[in-house]
């Protein structure tokens, strides 16, 4: 994706500059970038170590703070897989089980044990942020585990059809925690599916699986 397309994308998204956000599951930092010329801080977690040099090395020098945690729903310590591809390391089994079976040829030949924090953490120690990315490859679900109050706006990854039982859970949780409206956008268009933002029920009836149009997919579900 295109850094400008990228910033567009959010800069609409924010309509301002924003005071904190949240980029969980960082990777080498490609919306980072953005949420950095967009936001006062920006609070970044990661856990895969190589990915972190890359990350301190890139805004070594800017209003992003590197955390070498992952996200879970409480302080401890997780097994992390590390994948072939660093686009594929995760904490979730699943996850691996689903690629594996898609037919991916990834390999996950190492492990690692890494720390982890809670997202009601994360806002005790820097606050409420007005957003929050959640990019963590399957393990969407455990991080909102750990968020048992309405901060700003939400995104986190959806995968379909493995993960359906996990996204509608987490469509629940943020209902339930006062979400009221909701978006999603395809892949990596960056394109809202719904011109106006939908509500709870809205947006659960068409991501229960025997209404989902779209197949074999993946993106991205908005929440404010």
């Known amino acids: 994706m ?16 924003l005071s904190l956000i949240f980029d969980i599951g960082a990777n080498v930092g490609i919306r980072t970038s953005v949420f950095s ?100 490859e399957g393990y969407e679900k455990e991080v909102l585990s750990g968020l048992n109050q309405k901060i700003g706006m939400i995104s986190f990854e959806f995968n379909y059809p493995a993960f359906e039982s996990d996204t509608l859970w987490c469509l629940e949780k943020l209902s339930s925690l006062g979400y009221t409206s909701f978006n999603f956008s395809l892949g990596e268009t960056l394109e809202f599916h719904f011109s106006e933002w939908v509500s709870y029920e809205d947006i659960s009836a068409i991501f229960h699986l025997k209404n989902f149009p779209f197949g074999t997919c993946y993106g991205d579900i908005y929440a404010r």
């Not at 990228?6 to 301002?16: P, R, S, T």
């Not at 729903?73 to 898609?102: C, P």
């Open 2 to 17: 295109e850094e400008k397309r990228i910033e567009k994308f959010y800069a609409d998204l924010f309509n301002g500059r």
């Open 37 to 136: 010329s967009l936001g006062n801080k920006v609070v970044v977690l990661e856990p895969n170590r190589e990915l972190v040099s890359i990350l301190n090395s890139r805004f070594s020098r800017s209003n992003v703070e590197v955390i070498d945690k992952a996200c879970a729903a409480s302080s401890g310590t997780r097994e992390f897989h590390l994948g072939d591809n660093h686009l594929v390391s995760t904490l979730s089994t699943q996850f691996i089980h689903h690629k594996q079976e898609s037919g991916a040829k990834n390999k996950w030949a190492k492990k690692s044990q890494i720390k982890t924090i809670s997202l009601d953490e994360l806002v005790k120690i820097y606050g409420v942020p007005d957003f929050c990315k959640i990019d963590v």
